[in-house]
């Protein structure tokens, strides 16, 4: 009750700074054309934002767009239509003044980035108060990975956690698990790669719109297992069109891959009629083992088919759409046979032998099979959404618009050992989340929100370490945001209520508080810095409150404790930031002091051939930094690098954490002429030798990714050729963030070639 008083009051004083900055402001219409660089032909259907309104719009068939009621005040106007973009343009709204802004439209390797996950609207990366980070649908379709870890892998701050290719999941800044939120459209996934590294993460990349990073604590509007970050894949349909765009328009691509023979075709088309918009997805992707520098990595293949089908109607006011959506597949679990053989003989402390782990790879690449009498360990899993949105816009009241959003997700997860389910997991789980966003006043925009979950969560077999829970929460958060024209503040509450209730053992029920507070401060033209303080709670996750028994997934023998009190953070985080057509620019550095810290802490015992682990809470501390630069030498040709480190340990005597990422750095250029570009890269990684002490050290390396890619663009179509050269010089490099780096290195030399046809 503390907390809801305390939330209640400082909603009060934010509604009073609401009344007090006066009344509405004279409003204006912005309108334009869009159109092709080369030539001049309008565009139908790119999508037009008014950044930071949280607006957009669709171009008719002549390319024209147009808002309303555009109070006065500074805003940037941004155009994109799948992998073209437009230079954005800032101008200013005086005393109801109307404006003319045309734009065109090129094929161009610096792009405005548009987020909806930082402010709940839709905002430039630039203006955002966290830092951003972007994969847009071109970079989607030439990758078409499995895992979501691969597919956002080499991002500023962003790794991937891995027990082989079909488990990859994304590290925000170091932290894992249940610590980065991944979310669908806003949404929760409803998967469980948060609780087990050989869960995997799949993801239909190739059929999104665009995946967003957000870095850093985002508990305010997404909740306390956001304390690390979010990512936030976007389909393009749900609640993101104000107008559907008429006609159809949509993709097919296809993949092809040499060095796991990799094979995808993936569709979508959307259709648009008056205020009536209808949509559908497929993909299907398969791929063989993978091959090291040491030779096959065996049962490391994947299969996955994704589809999806939504229905929504757009009206002036009130909008609604329907969606449902599903993935099932198949992985291999390299290796997990032999740490299931260890389990079963009771034997081998393997987390420690490392020297016979390298060698018992050898023997395996050999083929030598018969000396090992180990079982075969494969992942099913289906995963179907079904989800619902809806919307009034144009409120006559205080709040311009309002939201609903819910779901209900299910993911089936079974574990087989020899064809035979050792392992199955169930996991219900459904979202209701509501907005409403504020009408901008003077200095005065923001959201306000509410927020319930109900969770079902059932395993069964061997590797069902926990009872049956059912779980439920709830919370209401407010961010409000001040423009001062010499500065923009930010300042946000949210209070959290979850509770746990497994059988047979007592109930726990956690309440927090998070708030957080930023300013957004312009320099000079076209550069800002930024800095945030945040204070996140996160209550503690299922497996770390109630499992017991051998989980091979994370190598350990595990013991949960019931009694595990809630993690409290506060952090600071600095961002400088440069962008113009010429120079791109951003150094971030963060700060996290995380009392009662939840880590596995290894006893030093082992059963079962397992290390034994139990849930422990200490303070620990996470300081790092990235960097990225990019610079036009020519027209045509530039030169792009980044950096990113991080550093995260115990508090009280300095024990690192484990699976820390280790310094990396990337160098490439990027050259375009026509519609051709090539993209060779360098990717730099130091060697990790500040590690937990049940860890080993790994080997810094260099790698050569070439990217080469050809695109021809007509009016109602975009033709793009790409071809990527990984690992071109077949080094032999381990991943320190995976659970098996010391028995299957990471991928050597391979080619993937794509062709994705866009019609508009």
């Known amino acids: 009750m503390f907390y809801l008083r305390k939330t209640a009051s400082g909603a009060g004083f934010l509604f009073l700074l609401f009344i007090f900055f006066g009344a509405r402001a004279q409003s204006a219409e912005v309108r334009g054309k869009v159109t092709f660089q080369n030539g001049g032909t309008p565009i139908r259907g790119a999508e037009i934002n008014i950044s930071p309104l949280g607006r957009h719009t669709t171009t008719d068939g002549g390319g024209n767009y147009s808002f309303s009621e555009v109070p006065s005040g500074f805003y940037e106007i941004i155009a994109h239509l799948h992998t073209m973009t437009g230079e954005s343009r800032k101008i200013e709204i005086v005393n109801g003044r109307d404006a003319v802004v045309d734009l065109q439209l090129s094929l161009s390797p610096l792009r405005t980035e548009i987020t909806v996950t930082a402010s ?3 905002i430039s990366a630039f203006d955002a108060f966290q830092s951003v980070s972007m994969v847009d649908s071109l ?19 962003v790794h991937k956690r891995s027990f082989g290719p079909g488990s990859a999941r994304p590290v925000v800044r170091g932290f894992d698990g249940d610590r980065v939120l991944l979310l669908s459209d806003g949404l929760p996934t409803g998967t469980l790669s948060s609780q087990s590294g050989e869960h995997a993460e799949p993801v239909d990349s190739v059929n999104l719109d665009r995946v967003e990073v957000l870095k850093g604590p985002a508990t305010l509007l997404y909740g306390s297992n956001a304390i690390g970050g979010v990512v936030n894949l976007v389909s393009g349909h749900h609640l993101l069109h104000e107008n559907p765009h008429p006609g159809i328009r949509g993709q097919l691509t296809t993949v092809g891959g040499t060095n796991d023979n990799q094979a995808a075709v993936h569709g979508n088309a959307e259709y648009g009629y008056k205020n009536l918009l209808i949509w559908s997805s497929g993909s299907r992707q398969v791929s063989s083992d993978y091959h090291s520098p040491e030779g096959r990595v065996d049962n490391s293949r994947t299969r996955m088919t994704s589809g999806s089908l939504g229905l929504g109607w757009f009206g002036n006011r009130p909008f609604f759409n329907f969606g449902y959506s599903f993935n099932k597949g198949r992985l291999g679990i390299p290796f997990a046979g032999e740490f ?5 003989d009771h034997d081998d402390d393997f987390g420690h032998d490392h020297d016979n782990d390298h060698d018992h790879v050898h023997a395996l690449n050999d083929n030598d099979h018969e000396e090992h009498e180990t079982a075969r360990i494969d992942e099913t899993f289906t995963r179907q959404d079904v989800r ?6 144009e409120l006559n009241s205080v709040f311009e618009e309002f939201r609903l959003s819910a779901n209900f997700s299910r993911w089936i997860h079974r574990e087989l050992e020899n064809e035979e389910t050792a392992t199955s997991f169930d996991n219900k789980l459904f979202n209701l989340r509501t907005t409403f966003i504020q009408r901008p006043y003077k200095a005065l925009t923001g959201v306000m929100g509410f927020q319930f979950f109900h969770r079902d969560y059932v395993a069964e077999g061997e590797e069902a370490l926990s009872p049956p829970v059912t779980g439920n929460g ?3 958060f407010t961010l409000q945001e001040i423009d001062l024209k010499s500065a923009r503040m930010q300042l946000g509450a949210r209070v959290d209520n979850t509770r746990y209730d497994p059988d047979g053992l007592p109930s726990r029920a956690f309440t927090g508080f998070s708030g957080a507070a930023g300013v957004h401060l312009p320099l000079w033209e076209n550069a800002a810095f930024v800095l945030n303080y945040t204070h996140s709670y996160r209550a503690p996750a299922i497996d770390e409150l109630y499992n017991h028994g051998p989980h091979i997934g994370n190598l350990a023998f595990e013991t949960g404790d019931p009694n595990l009190k809630r993690e409290r953070a506060d952090g600071i985080d600095l961002s400088l930031r440069h962008g113009n057509s010429r120079v791109n620019a951003e150094v971030n550095f963060y700060y996290y002091s995380i009392r009662d810290f939840v880590y596995l802490h290894l006893t030093g015992e082992t059963e ?8 422990s809470q200490a303070n620990a501390g996470f300081i790092g930094c990235e960097a990225l630069f990019g610079v036009e030498l020519r027209p045509g040709l530039r030169v792009n690098a980044s950096l990113d480190r991080v550093n995260a340990q115990l508090t009280a005597d300095g024990t690192p954490l ?11 250029l990027d050259a375009r002429w026509l519609g051709f570009s090539f993209s060779p890269d360098i990717v730099i990684a130091l060697a990790q030798n500040d590690i937990h002490p049940t860890e080993t050290s790994t080997a810094g390396y260099v790698t050569t990714d070439v990217n080469a890619s050809y695109a021809l663009a007509r009016r109602h179509f975009l033709h793009v050729f790409s071809l990527h050269a990984s690992n071109v010089g077949n080094r032999l490099y381990r991943n320190h963030l995976s659970f098996i780096k010391d028995l299957a290195p990471e991928q050597g030399r391979g080619i993937r070639f794509s062709y994705s046809l866009r019609f508009f």
């Open 139 to 157: 970079e989607l379709s030439q990758q078409s990975s499995f895992g979501l870890g691969d597919v956002i892998d080499g991002e500023p701050g």
């Open 608 to 615: 079962h051939g397992l290390n034994i682990a139990v849930f």
């Open 388 to 393: 619902f949105n809806m919307g009034v816009r």
């Open 340 to 344: 299931h053989s260890h389990d079963h």
């Open 658 to 668: 484990p699976r820390i990422p280790p310094m990396r750095g990337r160098f490439g």
């Open 474 to 476: 709830v919370a209401l």
């Open 120 to 122: 709940g609207r839709e």
